[in-house]
């Protein structure tokens, strides 16, 4: 049995939210390679959570703000994944990022700014080969809504605007979305900084 998503709902589990990114159809490596077009990753050994903010602490701590962007990653069954790390959120959610789907690709994204309350969390997009398939707000206390729609995802539209409470258990359940929980808060996964300048 996997974790699920459920879990990273309140109280959320990581210190100013979270950006996690999954795939199928490419692995975990090639999902991180994907995420920052035009630069290779440094991939680095496995580290803990812990361990990796310690490590962007340090590559940032003599410049004037705090830019690398790292990732640890892995894999639940057919699902690659990425956690993002630093200031993940102008290189991870960006809206231009359908490419990293393509040649046949799901991807899968979710994000939570908790520093922007304006913000309504989670957000979520699924693109397929280079497509937005779905993008929408998934706020329990303010729903906002399904932004675009396509395919055949009316579906899961109807059910989450039939229960805006039930919101990551629709979607772990739609998309077979997971992540492992006690690898990501306690145990080691493989890293990479993404963005170094």
């Given at each position: ?68 962007v ?66 929408c707000?998934?706020?329990d ?24 409470r039930?919101?990551?258990e629709?979607l ?18 493989p890293?990479?900084?993404i963005?170094?300048?």
């Amino acid at each position: 049995m996997t974790d699920g998503l459920q879990w990273l709902e309140d109280p959320v589990p990581l210190p100013g939210g979270y950006c996690a990114v999954f795939a199928r159809g490419i692995d975990s490596e090639e999902l991180v390679r994907r995420l920052a077009p035009g630069t290779e990753p440094r991939f680095m050994g496995p580290r803990t959570h812990e361990a990796f903010e310690d490590d962007l602490f340090q590559l940032d701590r003599s410049k004037p703000v705090d830019e690398t962007v790292g990732v640890r990653y892995g894999s639940v069954g057919d699902l690659s994944f990425v956690i993002g790390y630093g200031p993940w959120q102008e290189t991870l959610s960006r809206f231009d990022t359908p490419e990293i789907s393509h040649g046949g690709a799901h991807t899968y994204e979710l994000y939570f700014m908790a520093e922007h309350p304006n913000v309504p969390p989670p957000h979520f997009r699924y693109h397929h080969d280079g497509v937005y398939e779905v993008m929408c707000d998934l706020n329990d206390d303010d729903w906002v809504g399904v932004v675009d729609v396509l395919g055949d995802n009316a579906g899961l539209v109807a059910a989450l605007e039939a229960d805006k409470r039930r919101s990551m258990e629709i979607l772990e359940q739609r998309f077979g979305l997971a992540l492992p929980k006690e690898a990501i808060l306690t145990g080691e996964l493989p890293a990479a900084i993404i963005k170094d300048a």
